[in-house]
């Protein structure tokens, strides 16, 4: 049966609605691809993703083929956002928006076959975001995350409970705003749509 990272690491990739809880994020290993700009209409940013999922479903299956062993399920996209100002955050004005997207990769393939599929992602689907691609490791450590159900505009409502039940909880804001999107908008309807959002945490 398949590797699935979510059912691996349940507590890390299911998250209740209701109210925030607090997890411990272990180092895990990403395909990782960075960028800047407005992902509702940069083009850089869909290239990005496209990039990102031709590399992770490239690596699946070749990784597959030399070990029927080393099977798994392509993870979720997730994404780190900030701005290098963080007063200048707004979600009416994401031109100045950094991210990082990313895809957990649960079997560490050779760097030689990542290099060889980005090349192959880069020239046969016309996506030279792919040789951007790297593969990094990233450890959050003690978070907190909750469930968002419903499009991703309407998001600061969940984010301003997240950082409230943090603060009372006696933590402070560490680290990047993480989201996980466990729907796919092309399929789903935005109000169905279900991401967690993750924010990692230190004492106060």
């Known amino acids: 049966m398949p590797l699935d990272i979510k059912k691996q ?15 411990e994020v272990p180092e895990l290993e990403f395909l990782m691809i960075d960028g800047a700009g407005d992902p509702r209409s940069a083009q ?28 798994y399920a392509v993870a979720p996209l997730e994404g780190q956002w900030w701005t290098e100002d963080v007063a200048a955050f ?14 957990c990769q ?14 192959d992602v ?11 691609v790297r593969l990094a490791r990233l450890h959050e450590g003690l978070a907190a995350q909750i469930m968002h159900v419903g499009p991703y505009a309407a998001e600061p409502p969940t984010i301003a409970r997240l950082h409230e039940f943090i ?14 999107y466990l729907g ?18 230190a004492p106060a």
């Open 9 to 23: 690491l349940k507590q890390l990739y299911s998250a209740p609605e209701q109210a925030p809880v607090i997890v």
């Open 44 to 71: 850089a940013y869909q290239d990005a993703v496209s990039a990102l999922y031709g590399l992770a479903y490239g690596l699946k299956f070749a990784l597959k083929k030399r070990d029927p062993a080393a099977d």
């Open 90 to 103: 707004s979600y009416d004005d994401r031109s100045n928006w950094r991210w990082c997207m990313m895809i």
């Open 106 to 119: 649960p079997v560490a393939p050779p760097p030689e076959l990542l290099a060889a599929l980005a090349e």
């Open 122 to 132: 880069a020239r046969k689907k016309g996506l030279p975001a792919a040789r951007q």
């Open 167 to 180: 603060g009372a909880q006696g933590y402070r804001l560490v680290g990047k705003h993480h989201e996980i």
């Open 184 to 201: 796919d908008p092309s399929r789903t309807a935005p109000e169905k749509l279900r991401t967690i959002i993750r924010q990692p945490i």
